[in-house]
């Protein structure tokens, strides 16, 4: 790849997401980009690159940098953390609240199955406070087709295998005539979803009890992760939990959070840690 094009590139990811990619990573560049050049007709990445730069499309901008940001996502990723949350994070959120009412954001959410994999759990749980509590789910993601394809629930047969067990593919989810899974009308209904930027405020979105980031912060500059981590702690509720990707850290980015006791990978807001999951 040609330098000014890969600089070009690395630019755009970085103002539009806060995606810092080094030199190192530019054969990533080409394989994410190369669907996009074909289907709009380009030889070269320095073809795309001349049509990001002559027609100033915000649009196509848009495209550019949301096919350079990792997708990579499946059902009940590192499942322990599922389980925290269903057994000990949302039932003591839900003994502080008068109104039985949880909100509950998965910022950088993708194509939807760490929100899905949420609604299941709390569908499964027929003995749980949970059950009748009011928990709302709301999914955002910077890439528009990954935003309409959660929105959609429709998944092919190697996304729904990527820990979905058959017990639950068989009774969440509807096989389509196309050969793919549609999850099902009920657990779609728990789970709202949005196009946002992690990068930008998310006033407008209101205030949650519990927000996943899980593994958004990991390929973004310093400057970009300190920037999110302001966002996401503007719109926690008091006594909210952040819950961050295995390896991924507040630290060094923000005072205002410390991380939670008895919660791996959860993190609070600073003054509340010795509290077991406030």
């Known amino acids: 790849m040609q330098e000014t094009v890969f600089n070009v590139l690395a630019d755009l990811a970085l103002k539009a997401t806060g995606q810092a990619i080094s030199p190192s990573r530019a054969y990533l560049m ?13 030889g070269t990445l320095a073809d ?4 990001l730069e ?8 848009n495209e550019v940098a949301s096919a350079l940001l990792t997708h990579d996502t499946w059902f009940f990723r590192e499942r322990a953390v599922f389980d925290t949350v269903i057994n000990t994070i949302l039932p003591e959120r839900l003994e502080t609240t008068q109104s039985g009412r949880l909100r509950v954001w998965c ?4 194509s939807g199955q760490e929100a899905y994999s949420l609604a299941m759990l709390l569908e499964d749980e027929p003995g749980s406070s949970l059950r009748s509590a009011k ?3 709301l999914s955002t993601d910077y890439c528009k087709y990954s935003t309409e394809k959660a929105r959609l629930g429709v998944y092919n047969h190697y996304e729904a295998q990527r820990g979905l067990s058959i017990f639950r593919l068989m009774k969440h989810f509807n096989r389509m005539d196309s050969g ?6 009920t657990i779609r209904s728990r789970v709202s979803f949005r196009q946002h930027n992690l990068m930008e405020t998310a006033s407008g979105l209101g205030k949650f009890d519990l927000i996943f980031c899980r593994h958004v912060l990991s390929g973004m500059s310093k400057a970009a992760r300190m920037r999110v981590a302001e966002v996401l702690v503007a719109q926690m509720a008091p ?4 819950i961050l990707g295995e390896g991924e850290t507040f630290q060094g980015l923000t005072e205002s959070l410390e991380p939670a006791r008895d919660i791996r990978q959860g993190w609070v807001a600073a003054g509340t840690a010795n509290r077991a999951a406030a």
């Open 135 to 137: 928990i709302e789910i």
């Open 107 to 110: 910022a950088g959410g993708s």
């Open 30 to 42: 080409e394989a994410r980009l190369a669907p996009l050049a074909r289907r709009e007709g380009f």
């Open 180 to 185: 793919d899974w549609q999850a099902n009308e």
């Open 239 to 242: 006594g909210a939990v952040i």
């Open 54 to 61: 002559s027609r100033q499309n915000p649009v196509f901008r």
């Open 48 to 51: 795309l690159v001349h049509c």
